[in-house]
């Protein structure tokens, strides 16, 4: 990417602003909550969610994953019931929740349980730091790659909506995923995590936009801002059981508060649907191959991602009790994750060319083939447990581990002969077939290009020959009404000067009139003849530039004053737009080669643009005149409201336009005739507003 200027952040400073503080704030909120949670002693009493069930009075213990210090310190899951923790009694889920936040040290907390089996009893859980497991790397990566994907997309594409949209999502889910943890510590942590509820809406909101604007502008803006009112009751909502259940620990408030969360992951579901449809729909009816290499790029970020996710971190959950436990693996899901972010990035900063069928046709294989030896290894571990259980006399952690290892000692090379056959039987072939279909297809596309620009070229040629054989035409017709009349003039002043000097003459010989008056008449009217021969002249002359402009007499460039080419044009606009104000600094008398009337077309062209960019505004047009060490610039500047970044390198692109009712050839053709004229065209947005477009030529 190009370095960006700071005009680049001013032309959109209060939206960049607003993003970066932001972002900002929220990512320096999930730092502190991820450094926290780094040092917060880990109880295995709660993670995320309190690792209870409430069930007639009574708070059990019930854990969600397999690495919990609570279950390696004795507590018995599903079984167990917590009466009492470091002296604190247990009530309520919500008495775990606040047992468990006093927890800052490492020495072993006191917990007295009850169970049908063993009646009561206490057990001292040590708590674990949570650095000793691996898995918190994975999260970190993932919040990196988050928090780069927002930064980067807030200074790199500040003006783009869509690029906006995508960078809250990540933003939010950002904050969600670092203070997941203290989930039900707080309200303040309840607050900050239903930020990270808004991320599958804010990507719905972003496919609205990309990569192009769906529907109306009032039917978008409706759908934002009714789906956020709609999800702000529904927070306000949930945060007030939340209140209400932390004041008295009632379960009904919590249980009130939970129902709400399906309600949520519904239409989190219901927004990743219509996300998805929106893209897909998108990616087939736009015709641009780069927009089509976009979407690939953010679906494949998904496929990579939410399948491992969903089923090593949402899955265990769906199934619970000990078969959950050990399908679970607690974090490392989230390594997965970071291919989402990351993904979105290059897709919309650096996308490149990615085979997007040939993938899915590989990752449904592969998809499959993992289902296929997850269910062997589901069907096989039980008896094989218990075979080891009761043949050897070993404990179900010690002969869980011999099996899980068995196991995949005989399904990896299972595993890797399948891989093999389906490379060698089915890709192989494909793979090659692929690559030389991408090369064809690349040089064809190229050819296209070739052609249309070609196309462009003879229709831009056609046009310009109408445009100046048009212009030739009136330009001849008013030359032949002008010169007629000065020739007359011209011829009958010749004849009165004659007439005049006989008079004269025969006036001094006579003697009728006083010497010294007859000499004062005789040099007034050769005063006044003085004055008509040299009008004349200038009309003679008003004549021949006339008709040198329509290359008539010659079909080489020819050497103009830069001033009269701007002139003309000046008149031209002045007959077109009345009420145009025009700021003339055009003193030089420079002098360039040229086809002078291309070069006022062009001119017009700019200025056209300029009119159209002021409208509303009663600034003045500026066009200045700078003579260089041998160059001239002609530059024209508009006090509009200029031309954003991303439209700002398409201008001169045939057929561009934002404007409805225009064609977008202006400013092409301009940049062609003054190419065509050996000079160069360079245009420029200020950053309070306003666009520069200068001309440079040699000069003569």
């Known amino acids: 990417m190009k370095e960006r200027s700071l005009s680049h952040f001013l032309k959109f400073q209060w939206r960049f602003l607003i993003l970066f503080s932001s972002a900002l704030i929220l990512s320096s909120f999930s730092a502190a909550y991820f450094v926290r949670y780094f040092f917060k002693p880990n109880t295995g009493l709660v993670v995320n969610f309190p690792e209870v069930i409430y069930d007639q009075g009574e708070v059990i213990f019930s854990p969600k994953t397999p690495f919990s210090p609570a279950v390696a310190s004795g507590l018995n899951p599903d079984t167990d019931v917590i009466l009492e923790i470091d002296g604190r009694t247990i009530k309520s889920s919500r008495d775990v929740v606040l047992a468990d936040g006093e927890v800052w040290d490492f020495d072993p907390v006191e917990v007295k349980v009850k169970s049908r089996e063993s009646g009561k009893r206490t057990v001292y859980i040590q708590p674990a730091i949570n650095p ?27 003006e783009d909506t869509a690029s906006n949209y995508v960078a809250l999502a990540a933003l939010f889910y950002l904050v969600f995923t670092c203070v997941k943890p203290f989930y039900y510590e707080s309200f303040f942590s309840n607050i900050l995590i239903h930020f990270g509820k808004l991320t599958s809406w804010f990507m719905f909101f972003f496919a609205l936009y990309f990569p192009f604007p769906r529907f109306k502008r009032t039917i978008r803006l409706t759908f934002i801002w009714g789906i956020l009112g709609i999800y702000l009751f529904f927070i306000a909502l949930r945060l007030y059981y939340y209140y209400m259940w932390s004041l008295g620990g009632q379960e009904s408030w919590l249980v009130h508060y939970r129902y709400l969360g399906k309600l949520n ?80 990035v290059i897709g919309l900063i650096k996308h490149r060319v990615f085979n997007i069928k040939y993938f899915v046709n590989r990752y449904i294989v592969y998809g499959v083939l993992f289902l296929i ?38 399904l990896l090379p299972i595993r890797t002969l399948i891989i093999t056959l389906v490379e060698r039987v089915f890709y192989k072939a494909y793979y090659s077939k692929s690559l030389k279909y991408s090369a064809a297809l690349e040089k064809r596309n190229t050819e296209l290009l070739i052609i249309v620009d070609e196309l462009n070229r003879q229709q831009l040629r056609t046009f310009q020959t109408n445009k100046i054989r048009e212009l030739r035409g009136i330009i ?91 002139k ?33 077309q ?99």
């Open 602 to 700: 062009a001119i017009e062209y700019v200025l056209e643009n300029a009119v159209e960019a002021n409208q509303g505004y009663e600034q003045a047009i500026s066009v200045r005149l700078i003579e260089e060490d041998k160059a001239v610039r002609i530059i024209i500047e508009d006090q509009g409201i200029g031309i954003d970044d991303l439209n700002i390198k398409r201008v001169f692109d045939p057929f561009f336009t934002t404007k409805a009712d225009h064609e977008g050839l202006g400013l092409y053709f301009a940049k062609t005739i003054v190419e065509r004229n050996l000079g160069q065209v360079n245009i420029r947005s200020k950053s309070d507003g306003g666009t520069i477009v200068q001309f440079l030529f040699a000069s003569e």
């Open 568 to 600: 003309n044009s000046e008149l031209e606009m002045q007959q077109k737009y009345p009420q145009m104000i025009l700021d003339l600094q055009i003193n030089s008398l420079v002098k360039i080669k040229c086809y002078p009337a291309e070069l006022i």
């Open 132 to 158: 000793a497991r691996i898995d918190w790397l994975f999260t970190l990566i993932f919040a990196i790659a988050l928090a780069f994907t927002v930064f980067y997309l807030i200074f790199n594409l500040p």
């Open 476 to 566: 001849t017709g008013i030359a032949h009404r002008i010169n007629n009349p000065a020739n007359f003039i011209s011829s009958g002043l010749g004849s009165l000067e004659n007439r005049l000097n006989t008079l004269f003459q025969s006036l001094k010989s006579s003697e009728a009139l006083p010497r010294e008056e007859l000499v004062k008449h005789e040099t007034e009217i050769g005063r006044f003849m003085s004055i008509v021969e040299e009008g004349s002249l200038l009309i003679k002359d008003f004549i021949r530039k006339l008709v040198s402009l329509t290359g008539s007499r010659s079909s080489i460039p020819v050497c103009v004053e830069a001033m009269r080419l701007v």
């Open 265 to 344: 992951n519904i239409s989190d579901g219901i927004a990743y649907i219509a996300y998805t449809a929106l893209l897909v729909s998108a990616y087939i009816k736009t015709p641009h191959l780069g927009d089509k290499r976009q979407i690939e790029w953010f679906l494949a970020g998904f496929l990579i991602a939410i399948p491992p996710y969903f089923f090593l971190e949402q899955l265990p959950l769906i199934v619970g009790g000990s078969q959950g436990l050990r399908m679970s693996m607690g974090n490392f899901a989230s390594l997965f994750l970071v291919f989402v972010p990351l993904f979105f």
């Open 373 to 410: 030896i997850f269910a062997f290894f589901t069907i096989f571990y039980e008896p094989v447990l218990r075979l080891f259980i009761a043949n050897y006399g070993l404990t179900e952690r010690v002969a869980g581990f011999l099996v899980t290892s068995l196991l995949f000692v005989f």
